[in-house]
């Protein structure tokens, strides 16, 4: 490309935007047939260490070779890379690259060319070094195994990093998992494989965040642990799949949930021990209070009147005081009597419909409150145990609805499907908040829980589509199969069948 003679700047010669000249790379601006400088960018002001002024003026020309700016086409748009170093006001020089471009401007023909300093690769390497200086500061202060996992399309696995926290927590070395990827599933328990497998297909597939738990031996310590994984996982172009991700132990917490578990069960059957005791005893003394106290009661009220009728019939003050006596009596036979329901109702004995029957009657009764009772069964079969649990849960949500509620209709539901027995009681009375039912002294509901837990079953609360309150239990009762075979495991040796020999 021959160069042309140096055309003198004017006033009108174009400029470079606002924009080109507070970016970050050098761009000047040159006359394409003179090759005069026209303008230039802050940044190419900095490198040169003068400013645009003292850089126009001394209009410098694009020192190229001539086979390089050879590659420059005349059309507009047309692009080439030369390399040129340029020099500083103090007359040291740096290496640059500059993408040059052919452009126009009223019919002006110029040449754009935006510099790629080449110190940018040392640059580059420094930033890049800092980056990972702070990634091995945040990864060796991280509690547990940060890693990378992919899973290729033909099944290989690998892990392509591995922080320096995998020999604490599997108590292999990076390099040995680097080598022998296979070895951390050979570390899973075998209970606990299928699981570590499925979530991690189900996250494959989905894409979705990899979250497990699970069990590892570690043969270095000859000791069991848990440890949670943790990871997002992306698509590579070729079909593998890799997460990244961190690797905790998690023991310590996982062994005290496990332990709080087996206390809750603990309690809850230390709980059910005693209600069942508790109830135990009140059949005990509702028996002695009706038999023994209202025995005795009804023969002092049978002496009494035997005495009464041989009083002297003119001895108004002595009928007075016998027949004081004997409704002193009555209130007492009264008493024991309502004591004795209270304490066990005697309708149990003839089953959980007739006895829930019977309660809804006098909660209406007593309470003033309309209450219907209906059952799909005339007769429901279960244990003495069993039907006194499940009419202590109605007596008591009866109980909070009279104090709480302010209902005007209650309607209790009774219901056998199958192996499953239901039990609604609904109100529509004004509800229940949640801060009522998570209340310290909200020891009706959690009383109600605990029973229907100790029966297998589950509690739950709801509102009333129209207001008020649904209460809901539900429990599996044992198949007959399950009965007999219950039966049989409690039954005393003698009473069992005899085994058939081999």
Same mark, same amino acid.
């Given at each position: 490309?021959?160069?042309?003679?140096?055309?003198?700047?004017? &006033?009108?010669?174009?400029?470079?935007?606002?924009?080109?000249?507070?970016?970050?790379?050098?761009?000047?601006?040159?006359?394409?047939?003179?090759?005069?400088?026209?303008?230039?960018?802050?940044?190419? #002001?900095?490198?040169?260490?003068?400013?645009?002024?003292?850089?126009?003026?001394?209009?410098?020309?694009?020192?190229?070779?001539?086979?390089?700016?050879?590659?420059?086409?005349?059309?507009?748009?047309?692009?080439?890379?030369?390399?040129?170093?340029?020099?500083?006001?103090?007359?040291?020089?740096?290496?640059?690259?500059?993408?040059?471009? =052919? &452009?126009?401007?009223?019919?002006?023909?110029?040449?754009?060319?935006?510099?790629?300093?080449?110190?940018?690769?040392?640059?580059?390497?420094?930033?890049?070094?800092?980056?990972?200086?702070?990634?091995?500061?945040?990864?060796?202060?991280?509690?547990?195994?940060?890693?990378?996992? #992919?899973?290729?399309?033909?099944?290989?696995?690998?892990?392509?990093?591995?922080?320096?926290? #995998?020999?604490?927590?599997?108590?292999?070395?990076?390099?040995?998992?680097?080598?022998?990827?296979?070895?951390?599933?050979?570390?899973?328990?075998?209970?606990?494989?299928?699981?570590?497998?499925?979530?991690?297909?189900?996250?494959?597939?989905?894409?979705?965040?990899?979250?497990?738990?699970? =069990?590892?031996?570690?043969?270095?310590?000859?000791? *069991?642990?848990?440890?949670?994984?943790?990871?997002?996982?992306?698509?590579?172009?070729?079909?593998?799949?890799?997460?990244?991700?961190?690797?905790?132990?998690?023991?310590?917490?996982?062994?005290?949930?496990?332990?709080?578990?087996?206390?809750?069960? =603990?309690?809850?059957?230390?709980?059910?021990?005693?209600?069942? *005791?508790?109830?135990?005893?009140?059949?005990?003394?509702?028996?002695?209070?009706?038999?023994?106290?209202?025995?005795?009661?009804?023969?002092?009220?049978?002496?009494?009147?035997?005495?009464?009728?041989?009083?002297?019939?003119?001895?108004?003050?002595?009928?007075?005081?016998?027949?004081?006596?004997?409704?002193?009596?009555?209130?007492?036979?009264?008493?024991?009597?309502?004591?004795?329901?209270?304490?066990?109702?005697?309708?149990?004995?003839?089953?959980?419909?007739?006895?829930?029957?019977?309660?809804?009657?006098?909660?209406?009764?007593?309470?003033?409150?309309? #209450?219907?009772?209906?059952?799909?069964?005339?007769?429901?079969?279960?244990?003495?145990?069993?039907?006194?649990?499940?009419?202590?849960?109605?007596?008591?949500?009866?109980?909070?609805?009279?104090?709480?509620?302010?209902?005007?209709?209650?309607?209790?539901?009774?219901?056998?499907? =199958?192996?499953?027995?239901?039990?609604?009681?609904?109100?529509?009375?004004?509800?229940?908040?949640?801060?009522?039912?998570?209340?310290?002294?909200?020891?009706?509901?959690?009383?109600?829980?605990?029973?229907?837990?100790?029966?297998?079953?589950?509690?739950?609360?709801?509102?009333?589509?129209?207001?008020?309150?649904?209460?809901?239990?539900?429990?599996?009762?044992?198949?007959?199969?399950?009965?007999?075979?219950?039966?049989?495991?409690?039954?005393?040796?003698?009473?069992?069948?005899?085994?058939?020999?081999?």
């Amino acid at each position: 490309m021959k160069k042309p003679a140096a055309m003198p700047e004017t &006033a009108t010669a174009p400029r470079l935007a606002a924009a080109m000249r507070a970016a970050a790379p050098e761009i000047y601006l040159y006359d394409a047939a003179s090759l005069i400088l026209l303008d230039a960018n802050d940044a190419a #002001c900095g490198n040169r260490h003068a400013t645009r002024e003292e850089l126009l003026a001394a209009a410098p020309a694009l020192q190229v070779p001539a086979r390089q700016l050879a590659a420059l086409d005349e059309a507009v748009g047309a692009q080439a890379i030369v390399h040129v170093q340029p020099q500083r006001r103090d007359g040291s020089r740096y290496s640059l690259t500059l993408h040059l471009s =052919r &452009a126009s401007h009223q019919g002006r023909a110029l040449i754009l060319a935006v510099g790629d300093d080449l110190r940018t690769p040392q640059a580059t390497a420094a930033a890049l070094e800092q980056v990972q200086s702070r990634f091995n500061a945040i990864v060796s202060n991280t509690p547990g195994l940060v890693y990378q996992f #992919c899973l290729h399309a033909d099944g290989r696995s690998a892990f392509p990093y591995l922080s320096d926290g #995998c020999q604490a927590l599997l108590g292999l070395s990076p390099a040995q998992l680097h080598a022998r990827p296979e070895l951390f599933y050979q570390l899973i328990l075998a209970d606990d494989r299928a699981s570590y497998l499925d979530s991690m297909q189900a996250s494959k597939t989905a894409l979705w965040g990899w979250n497990w738990e699970g =069990r590892i031996w570690v043969d270095a310590w000859k000791d *069991v642990k848990w440890i949670n994984l943790r990871s997002t996982p992306r698509a590579l172009a070729d079909g593998t799949v890799q997460w990244e991700g961190i690797m905790t132990n998690i023991t310590e917490s996982r062994l005290e949930q496990i332990e709080v578990r087996q206390s809750r069960a =603990r309690l809850a059957e230390l709980t059910a021990h005693i209600d069942k *005791v508790k109830e135990h005893e009140r059949t005990r003394l509702a028996r002695e209070l009706h038999d023994d106290l209202g025995g005795n009661l009804t023969a002092i009220k049978m002496a009494l009147a035997m005495l009464a009728r041989r009083l002297p019939p003119d001895d108004a003050l002595l009928q007075e005081k016998a027949e004081y006596v004997d409704a002193l009596v009555d209130r007492s036979i009264d008493a024991v009597h309502r004591i004795s329901l209270d304490l066990r109702p005697s309708m149990l004995d003839l089953g959980i419909v007739a006895a829930l029957d019977w309660q809804v009657k006098e909660f209406a009764r007593q309470a003033g409150i309309e #209450c219907q009772f209906t059952s799909n069964r005339q007769h429901i079969e279960l244990e003495l145990d069993q039907a006194t649990s499940l009419f202590r849960i109605a007596q008591e949500a009866l109980t909070n609805i009279a104090k709480h509620a302010q209902a005007s209709k209650v309607a209790v539901r009774l219901v056998r499907q =199958r192996q499953h027995l239901g039990l609604s009681i609904a109100d529509n009375g004004v509800g229940m908040r949640l801060s009522d039912r998570a209340k310290p002294q909200s020891f009706g509901i959690r009383g109600m829980t605990e029973r229907a837990s100790a029966l297998g079953g589950t509690l739950s609360l709801m509102d009333a589509p129209d207001g008020g309150t649904i209460l809901s239990i539900k429990i599996r009762l044992a198949s007959p199969r399950e009965a007999i075979i219950a039966a049989a495991a409690h039954a005393p040796a003698h009473a069992r069948p005899p085994q058939d020999a081999a």
